[in-house]
Nanobody, 133 residues
Framework: EVQVVQSGGGLVQAGGSLRLSCAAS????????VNWFRQFPGKNREGVSC????????YYADSVKGRFAISNDNTKKTTYLQMNGLKPEDTAVYYC??????????????????????????WGQGTQVTVSS
């Protein structure tokens, strides 16, 4: 059984940093992606970042490019989202999701990015990130 467990998040002042973790288990394939989404109150989830299982492929939404960094620790099958330079507009519930059978983040870029959230298979429980001004 595939499980995705998130940790991290919390409250930080603008300009501060947080690190989110996403631990995946229950599969052995190297063909997968780990994806971070966020959801603002009353809005649909939006894609934030993606990394392939090998780490060879990554993607960042324009809104976080240069501030967020995604990485894998394959020994722990854990993916991290390091969030620096946080802004109040980054306040949201952040979700990690694993997509099996996909080896590159480019898979999502070839289609309407609004479909990205519907492509992934297994979701974490979500974690609140709040950035105060």
């Amino acid at each position: 059984e595939v499980q995705v467990v998130q940790s991290g998040g919390g409250l930080v002042q603008a300009g501060g940093s947080l690190r989110l973790s996403c631990a995946a288990s229950g599969f052995t394939s190297e063909d997968y992606t780990v994806n971070w989404f966020r959801q603002f109150p009353g809005k649909n989830r939006e894609g934030v970042s993606c990394i392939s299982g090998t780490g060879a492929s990554t993607y960042y939404a324009d809104s976080v490019k240069g501030r967020f960094a995604i990485s894998n620790d394959n020994t722990k099958k854990t993916t991290y989202l390091q969030m620096n330079g946080l802004k109040p507009e980054d306040t949201a519930v952040y979700y990690c999701a694993v997509d099996l059978g996909v080896s590159s983040c480019n898979f999502y870029l070839r289609q309407d990015l609004r479909a990205w959230t519907y492509e992934v298979d297994y979701w974490g429980q979500g974690t609140q990130v709040t950035v105060s001004s």
